[in-house]
T-cell receptor, first 111, second 114 residues
Framework: GQSLEQPSEVTAVEGAIVQINCTYQTSGFYGLSWYQQHDGGAPTFLSYNGLDGLEETGRFSSFLSRSDSYGYLLLQELQMKDSASYFCAVSISGSARQLTFGSGTQLTVLP | DGGITQSPKYLFRKEGQNVTLSCEQNLNHDAMYWYRQDPGQGLRLIYYSQIVNDFQKGDIAEGYSVSREKKESFPLTVTSAQKNPTAFYLC?????????????FGPGTRLTVT
């Protein structure tokens, strides 16, 4: 099976930078995705790392180290609207193409 | 606008009744997924379908059933055998099985069973 670990809560102030870590244990690792979910809403896709290194999309960046089974989501220039839950999710190779989600990190951005 | 619709947003049922949750997409995506989310938890996969007329059990399929007769539709039935059905149910799709990592979600159905 797969298991993922991420912090349950993170708090930061507006304008700051925050990093949300994710460590995983899985066989047949294919890639690591990140999703954002506001309270009561639908998750939205943020980024994907299939290879080691940094992927940048505007204020958000995501990093993967396959050798360390570790990734992170970096949020810069935090805004109040970034307050949400952030989930990492692993996909595995093979015929059973599915995502396994972590339990999520609740980010609170303070003024 | 393309997207995924789920209806209804809120659903209330008595224990012992089966209930079917609707999921429709007009994104022309091949793959569709059903997840369950409990308060403060991540998403757990119930069933997924990579192509029409085919579906596979996810991690928590017991007490649930699905069908995939049309590409656009992937309804989920919560049966009376599901021991704890009260939850937030999310439907998602991806362009195909290769793009499983990039899923688009519907707004969800919040099911309460009493």
């Amino acid at each position: 099976g797969q298991s993922l670990e991420q912090p349950s809560e993170v708090t930061a102030v507006e304008g700051a930078i925050v990093q949300i870590n994710c460590t995983y244990q899985t066989s047949g690792f294919y890639g690591l995705s990140w999703y954002q979910q506001h309270d009561g809403g639908a998750p939205t896709f943020l980024s994907y790392n299939g290879l080691d290194g940094l992927e940048e999309t505007g204020r958000f960046s995501s990093f993967l180290s396959r050798s360390d089974s570790y990734g992170y989501l970096l949020l810069q220039e935090l805004q109040m609207k970034d307050s949400a839950s952030y989930f990492c999710a692993v996909s595995i190779s093979g015929s059973a193409r599915q995502l396994t989600f972590g339990s999520g990190t609740q980010l609170t951005v303070l003024p | 606008d393309g997207g995924i619709t789920q209806s209804p947003k809120y659903l209330f049922r008595k224990e012992g009744q089966n209930v079917t949750l609707s999921c429709e997409q007009n994104l022309n995506h091949d793959a569709m997924y059903w997840y369950r989310q409990d308060p403060g938890q991540g998403l757990r996969l119930i069933y997924y379908s990579q192509i029409v007329n085919d579906f596979q059990k996810g991690d928590i399929a017991e007490g649930y059933s699905v069908s995939r007769e049309k590409k656009e539709s992937f309804p989920l039935t919560v049966t009376s055998a599901q021991k704890n059905p009260t939850a937030f149910y999310l439907c998602a799709s991806s362009r195909d099985r290769e793009l499983v990592y990039e899923q688009y979600f519907g707004p969800g159905t919040r099911l309460t069973v009493t």
